[in-house]
Every structure is written in structure tokens, then in C-alpha cells.
């Protein structure tokens, strides 16, 4: 994310001494006001610019001395973060200080876990959305895509859900009535041959690299299949953060054949009430899909954001999925979000999850701007 690196560029320049706090300056020179944004920092730098700053004792502080929610975390390839999130209005700045202090007992608002009691799923939640993707262990469906299960509680559920067994039914809670088979489901980046959609398999190992407060994350790693006669292999890193509807994947392809491959970013259609496209988005409402009672179990919504920086070659409908068409280059991260909402739970209308599709998309190509300072 453009908005990462220069938050981490910025932290460099405070790395040369120390002090006991930095200031972190986020501004908003776009034209909608952004809510529970998440702001990533360079952890080694800030604790080499404040005497004394360790991951247990790091806090962010808002302009009114107020303690924020924060997390500091490692990712695989050793390197530490800090993340908190900030709510900044159109054309405004917000400013916090980062300092060594006691940190405040934080809600957790998002959660991840390998599920091997229920044939290796991989489950995700936050305070608005749930999903899982199929791991080995599953015979069918085999797919790339994940499957939506609907909250209409801020609680998280998916423990609870496991337990129960009868996530299929309304307990009050929320359900599972999406129907993935072997589609892409609720979103995923997959090659494409003709009209055809390669659509994988189940991921084969599984990785977390940190749980909430704020985010989560992991990896999956994705056995070899075939693409036009050539082995393809993928890596998934999935990242949620808390007070989000949309799940970030960051793809890697590999392959032989160094020529970038033809994908899509698609998400299976089943009864579609409303569809936008976009010139890097698509939002579309339907039906519940895996109900008796599609009327009393309401519609489930479903977004697609492909990174602004990336090639899009138009939105379409292929092989039942709605897509983005696009190409990938073997070995190189490919971004993307995958979306989803109940109209029970929080989503009022198609044109309001319409608008919250469009103005992800138009947050993510224009990112706030974290300058960090003494």
C-alpha cells in the first residue's frame, strides 16, 4: 500500500536518536472522510527514535491524551510492525503520539484460526464480517474461493459456531446461507484459459502470522495445478483488520513460463437482485444461495476491489463468476479485497453496499498520507 511505505520511509527519518516520543501526522487530502482506517508504521524505526520502546509497551496516544487501541506484530519475513486506526474527515489531518507507557486492556475485534476439527478450514471474523477457506482435509467443494457466513453481532462467533455444529441455521447471531461448491465463492484471484476459470484447489498448509486486536493474518500455500499445460503454484497471505468488511488477499503465482498470466478476480453469481461495475470494482447483492427460505434469510452482498496500481481490463461476466480481468507476473504480490454484507445485518440496500464497494475502491487509490516526527 502506497500509504505504508510512506509511513515507513517517514519513520526512518526519526531512527538517527532518541527521545521519549514521536509524532504521527495522518492527513486526509482526499475527498471523503475515512472511519477506523488503519495506519502501519515501521516498529524498528520508531523504537529506534524513542528511548526505552518495546512491542508490550508501545502506545498511541490521540491529540487529547487519550490511549488508541494498538498492535505491534511481526510479519514472516522478520520485519515488526505497529498498527492502530484512525478516523480523519475529508481535507482534515489527525495527530498522535507514539511513547513507551502501560498499555490499556484493548477489545479484541478480530480473530483467525486453522480449524482442524472441521476438515482443516481456515476461519476468519471481525466485529462485521466471517468467512473461512477449505483447507486438505476437505473432499468437496475444492476451491480457491472462500465461503461467507453472515453476523448480525459485533461478537466474535466463530468458536462458538464450530461448537455448535448448526451454523446453517439462524440462532440469533447470524448464519452460514451462502453456497460456494466449486466456484470461487466470495472472491478470489484465479488464471483463466478462453471463458474458462482454472479454479485450483484447497490450500495445502497453513501459516497465522498474528490475531487482533486489530488484525489478523496468515498464509496459505497452494499445491501445483494446471494452467493451459503449464504448473502454476500460489501463496495467499489473507489480513483483516477489525472494523473492515473486506478481506485484503495478496497473491503470489509462480510459474515456469515467466510471461504474465491471465486472471480474474471473481467472486460465483447465484441470484442476482443488483450489480455495479467499476472501472477496478465490482459490488453486487443477491439472494441467499444455500436456504430453503431465501426470502426469510435475507441478501447477501459481495464486493471485489482490485489495487488501484494494478492493470484492470474491464469488468465482465465469465463462467458464472462475475470478474475483473487483469494479468499477473509470476512472482510478483497481486492485491486485492473481497467484500461481503447481509441485509440483516448491517447493509440496508443494494445502492448502499454499491457505495461502500465504490468508496473502499476510491480509498484504497487514494491513501492517507502518515508523516512521523519528534
Not at 168 to 181: I, L, R, S, T, W
Not at 284 to 294: I, M, N, R, V, Y
Not at 329 to 340: E, L, M, N
Amino acid at each position: 500500500m502506497k500509504a505504508m511505505a510512506m509511513a515507513l520511509a517517514a519513520a526512518m527519518a526519526v531512527s538517527c536518536s532518541q527521545g521519549k516520543e514521536v509524532k504521527v501526522t495522518v492527513e486526509n487530502d482526499s475527498g471523503l472522510s475515512r472511519t477506523d482506517e488503519t495506519v502501519e508504521l515501521d516498529f524498528a524505526a520508531l523504537a529506534a527514535g524513542v528511548g526505552g520502546l518495546t512491542a508490550d509497551n508501545a502506545v498511541v496516544l490521540d491529540a487529547a491524551g487519550r490511549q488508541v487501541p494498538s498492535q505491534v506484530y511481526t510479519e514472516r519475513h522478520g520485519q515488526q510492525k505497529l498498527i492502530f486506526q484512525t478516523t480523519v474527515e475529508a481535507g482534515a489531518s489527525a495527530v498522535y503520539t507514539v511513547e513507551a507507557g502501560v498499555r490499556e486492556p484493548y477489545d479484541t475485534l478480530v480473530y483467525s484460526r486453522h480449524v482442524p476439527e472441521r476438515a482443516d478450514d481456515y476461519a476468519y471474523e471481525n466485529n462485521l464480517v466471517a468467512g473461512r477457506i477449505y483447507g486438505p482435509a476437505l473432499s468437496d467443494p475444492r476451491t480457491f474461493g472462500p465461503d461467507i457466513w453472515l453476523k448480525c453481532t459485533d461478537r466474535l462467533i466463530v468458536d462458538e459456531w464450530y461448537d455448535r455444529a448448526d451454523y446453517h441455521h439462524n440462532h440469533g447471531d447470524g448464519m452460514d446461507c451462502y453456497k460456494v461448491a466449486n466456484t470461487l465463492g466470495g472472491g478470489a484471484l484465479a488464471p483463466y484459459v478462453g471463458e474458462k476459470i482454472v479454479i485450483g484447489d484447497n490450500y495445502t498448509r497453513q501459516e497465522r502470522i498474528c490475531n487482533g486486536p486489530i488484525r489478523t493474518k496468515a498464509v496459505l500455500t497452494y499445491s501445483s495445478f494446471d494452467v493451459d499445460g503449464k504448473p502454476v503454484t500460489a501463496v495467499k497471505e489473507i489480513s483483516l483488520d477489525a472494523n473492515s468488511r473486506f478481506l485484503k488477499t495478496s497473491t503470489w503465482f509462480d510459474s515456469p513460463d515467466t510471461s504474465a498470466i491471465p486472471a480474474v478476480l471473481g467472486a460465483v453469481l447465484h441470484d442476482v437482485v443488483s450489480r455495479t461495475d467499476g472501472d477496478n470494482f465490482i459490488a453486487f447483492t443477491e439472494k441467499a444461495s444455500d436456504s430453503a427460505d431465501p426470502e426469510r434469510d435475507g441478501n447477501i452482498s459481495v464486493g471485489l476491489v482490485i489495487d488501484a496500481e494494478e492493470p484492470v481490463e474491464g469488468a465482465a461476466t465469465m463462467d458464472g463468476h462475475a470478474v475483473l480481468k487483469t494479468r499477473v507476473q509470476p512472482g510478483k504480490r497481486f492485491d486485492v479485497w473481497t467484500g461481503s454484507g447481509w441485509s440483516q445485518g448491517g447493509i440496508e440496500s443494494p445502492e448502499a453496499w454499491a457505495k461502500a464497494v465504490k468508496d473502499f475502491a476510491y480509498a484504497q487509490a487514494h491513501p492517507l498520507r502518515v508523516t512521523v516526527s519528534r
